[in-house]
Structure formats: structure tokens, C-alpha cells
């Protein structure tokens, strides 16, 4: 099933670096190999700039839960290796293009954005999410409106639907980097007369210049939407992102070592990842005996540790928790039927 939604165009219409399209909607229709490319190594893509890149690295080879460092000759090499994960190669790509070497096989393994799987991968049933939740790269995909002029009074996405504005001859314009997930949130949402422009950055600026009447685009804190007088909306979120770590279906499936070295990486994440928040808290406390301190602790339900009366206490962030095996792979295990 496709919809399409058709552009406006007018020869009134100022010149701007956004480029008119028509958008179609659809299930994705991306298919690969039924066999993995052949090689002796599995890889790994990571995201090869800015803070994505950085955030990555540092969860990687900082935390001693994880100690995973990437070893590359040069900073700005694409190819490293990982000296704990002999039979692994990391590349580092731009975050779509993992996404489509996922797809391809010629990756197997990659970190990105959950926005950037859900955009590029487009329901791609080879794609695997291992890991939902990396706690970094915290986003969202949302669309925002101007706060003045006829949007003045929207409020929700329901509000802008319904708005008679809206034409077959005069479409709400929504400028957009999203070409596959801007389109199918709108369509899911019953907005009929849309039509979008693509812009790669500073969307925030285009229903000022009078380009578009909407955006849909990444936010974080939304400051920036607020400096150019933007409001997101109820309903007007399309996904919520933070980094992920994501597979190739066929290669855990086929590629000998893949699914081993996945299992590996899991659990170090894991480990890490299950001690953001958690402190040990240590300290002296007075009594006759061990079943006295205990009863003291055990009759305070809300005890958080510094609420007893003591000397000596001593917090520490905690470094590792060790399970047998994580939930996660378990989950993983099923996806894969095994």
C-alpha cells in the first residue's frame, strides 16, 4: 500500500535551498541476498562524526565495565579494531549509510540513532534492534508550527488537522529531512493535503521565510525551536531516539562468529548500563549485635541508606552488575527463533 502526496509548486513561490518533491509512503521494499557476503571478519559500524561518534567511543572504551577501545592508526582512519573482539573490523560510516550497509550485508553490526533505523531502515525486516537503549543521543523526531499568525490557536495534532485551510490546491507545506517517516506519520494521522520539501539543515527557518508552514524535524532540548518562535504540539511526536545497537537478521543468522561476538558485546554493555544511578552506600552503625542493625534497616521501608544514623559512610558509584546471561539476549535468541 502507497500514498502520494503531491507538492504544491507556484511561480510565486521565493527561491530557497529546499528542494520540492513528491514523497510516496510506503513498506519498504529494500531486499538483499538470501546468503551474507563472504568474509572472514564480522563488522561493526560506527557513527564516524560529531557527538554521536564521540559518545560512542567514550561508552565503548572509557567505562571499565565495558573496555571495548577501538584501536585505529590514525584519528580520522575509517577502519579499526578492537583488540578484546579478535575476529571483529569497525568501521566508521556516516549513521544512514550503517543503516543501508546493514541492509546490503556489508556490515553486520552497528550503533546509531533509532530515528536513523526507523528513516533509512523503513521496516526492513532483516534489521534487528539488540539494544533499545543505550542512554545517549536522547532525541525526538516532532513536528513543530509557528506560534503566531493561523497557528496562533493549535494546539494538537488533531487541531491542525482539522483545519479548513488545508486544499488540495493549498496543502500544509511541512519542510522535512524525514522523507519517509514525515510522510507516514502525516498520512497515519489523517492529514490529507500535505506536501513536503527537503532541506539538510536549518528547518527552523523555513515558515519565517515563508517556505514552508511546518516542520518535522530532531529536537532535544528545544531551545532552538523556541529562539525561532516554533511550538511542538500534542500529538505531534513522531518517534523518541537514543542510541541503539542494531544487526543484520542474516548475519547473527549466517555469518560464523557474528552471533557469539553480539552475545560478547551485549553483555559488557549491559554490565555498564545497569550501574547509571546506582550507588553502594557503606556505613558504621552502632549496635549490640548484627540482628540489631539489621531490625533498625528493616524498619525503615523507605530507607535509602543515608537515613540511618551512622558514622563513616561512604558512597561509590558502582562499576559492574553481573548477570548470567542478560535479558536482552534472551530476547534476541527468540527474535532469531532459536
Given at each position: 500500500?502507497?500514498?502520494?502526496?503531491?507538492?504544491?509548486?507556484?511561480?510565486?513561490?521565493?527561491?530557497?535551498?529546499?528542494?520540492?518533491?513528491?514523497?510516496?509512503?510506503?513498506?519498504?521494499?529494500?531486499?538483499?541476498?538470501?546468503?551474507?557476503?563472504?568474509?572472514?571478519?564480522?563488522?561493526?559500524?560506527?557513527?564516524?562524526?560529531?557527538?554521536?561518534?564521540?559518545?560512542?567511543?567514550?561508552?565503548?572504551?572509557?567505562?571499565?565495565?565495558?573496555?571495548?577501545?577501538?584501536?585505529?592508526?590514525?584519528?580520522?582512519?575509517?577502519?579499526?579494531?578492537?583488540?578484546?573482539?579478535?575476529?571483529?573490523?569497525?568501521?566508521?560510516?556516516?549513521?544512514?549509510?550503517?543503516?543501508?550497509?546493514?541492509?546490503?550485508?556489508?556490515?553486520?553490526?552497528?550503533?546509531?540513532?533509532?530515528?536513523?533505523?526507523?528513516?533509512?531502515?523503513?521496516?526492513?525486516?532483516?534489521?534487528?534492534?539488540?539494544?533499545?537503549?543505550?542512554?545517549?543521543?536522547?532525541?525526538?523526531?516532532?513536528?513543530?508550527?509557528?506560534?503566531?499568525?493561523?497557528?496562533?490557536?493549535?494546539?494538537?495534532?488533531?487541531?491542525?488537522?482539522?483545519?479548513?485551510?488545508?486544499?488540495?490546491?493549498?496543502?500544509?507545506?511541512?519542510?522535512?529531512?524525514?522523507?519517509?517517516?514525515?510522510?507516514?506519520?502525516?498520512?497515519?494521522?489523517?492529514?490529507?493535503?500535505?506536501?513536503?520539501?527537503?532541506?539538510?539543515?536549518?528547518?527552523?527557518?523555513?515558515?519565517?521565510?515563508?517556505?514552508?508552514d511546518a516542520i518535522v524535524d530532531l529536537v532535544s532540548s528545544g531551545t532552538t525551536l523556541k529562539e525561532n518562535d516554533l511550538k511542538e504540539i500534542k500529538g505531534g511526536i513522531v518517534l523518541k531516539s537514543q542510541a541503539v545497537?542494531?544487526?543484520?537478521?542474516?548475519?547473527?543468522?549466517?555469518?560464523?562468529?557474528?552471533?557469539?561476538?553480539?552475545?560478547?558485546?551485549?553483555?559488557?554493555?549491559?554490565?555498564?548500563?545497569?550501574?547509571?544511578?546506582?550507588?553502594?552506600?557503606?556505613?558504621?552503625?552502632?549496635?549490640?549485635?548484627?540482628?540489631?542493625?539489621?531490625?533498625?534497616?528493616?524498619?525503615?521501608?523507605?530507607?535509602?541508606?543515608?537515613?540511618?544514623?551512622?558514622?563513616?559512610?561512604?558512597?561509590?558509584?558502582?562499576?559492574?552488575?553481573?548477570?548470567?546471561?542478560?535479558?536482552?539476549?534472551?530476547?534476541?535468541?527468540?527474535?532469531?527463533?532459536?
Amino acid at each position: 500500500m502507497s500514498v502520494m502526496l503531491q507538492p504544491c509548486l507556484s511561480a510565486s513561490m521565493p527561491s530557497f535551498p529546499f528542494k520540492r518533491t513528491v514523497l510516496v509512503c510506503c513498506a519498504s521494499s529494500q531486499q538483499s541476498d538470501a546468503r551474507v557476503p563472504e568474509r572472514t571478519k564480522v563488522r561493526l559500524g560506527l557513527p564516524s562524526k560529531g557527538c554521536m561518534e564521540s559518545d560512542t567511543l567514550r561508552l565503548l572504551e572509557v567505562h571499565i565495565a565495558c573496555q571495548l577501545p577501538v584501536n585505529r592508526e590514525k584519528p580520522r582512519q575509517y577502519v579499526g579494531q578492537i583488540p578484546e573482539l579478535a575476529d571483529l573490523e569497525v568501521w566508521f560510516q556516516r549513521p544512514k549509510d550503517i543503516v543501508r550497509r546493514l541492509i546490503s550485508g556489508d556490515i553486520d553490526l552497528g550503533i546509531v540513532g533509532f530515528d536513523i533505523v526507523s528513516e533509512y531502515g523503513q521496516g526492513n525486516e532483516d534489521l534487528i534492534i539488540v539494544h533499545d537503549a543505550l542512554k545517549y543521543g536522547e532525541c525526538r523526531l516532532s513536528l513543530a508550527i509557528p506560534k503566531y499568525g493561523i497557528f496562533e490557536n493549535i494546539n494538537s495534532l488533531k487541531d491542525l488537522a482539522q483545519m479548513t485551510q488545508w486544499t488540495a490546491e493549498n496543502p500544509l507545506r511541512v519542510a522535512t529531512g524525514f522523507t519517509y517517516l514525515g510522510p507516514k506519520f502525516m498520512k497515519e494521522n489523517g492529514l490529507k493535503y500535505v506536501t513536503f520539501s527537503t532541506a539538510d539543515g536549518a528547518l527552523e527557518a523555513a515558515p519565517a521565510m515563508g517556505v514552508a508552514d511546518a516542520i518535522v524535524d530532531l529536537v532535544s532540548s528545544g531551545t532552538t525551536l523556541k529562539e525561532n518562535d516554533l511550538k511542538e504540539i500534542k500529538g505531534g511526536i513522531v518517534l523518541k531516539s537514543q542510541a541503539v545497537l542494531v544487526a543484520s537478521r542474516k548475519a547473527l543468522m549466517q555469518r560464523e562468529g557474528a552471533l557469539d561476538i553480539t552475545r560478547k558485546i551485549l553483555k559488557r554493555l549491559e554490565k555498564r548500563l545497569e550501574t547509571v544511578g546506582q550507588f553502594r552506600v557503606s556505613a558504621n552503625m552502632r549496635g549490640s549485635s548484627a540482628e540489631e542493625v539489621a531490625e533498625r534497616i528493616l524498619s525503615q521501608p523507605s530507607l535509602s541508606g543515608l537515613q540511618v544514623v551512622g558514622n563513616g559512610v561512604l558512597v561509590s558509584l558502582l562499576t559492574n552488575i553481573f548477570n548470567e546471561e542478560t535479558p536482552r539476549w534472551y530476547k534476541l535468541l527468540k527474535k532469531l527463533g532459536l
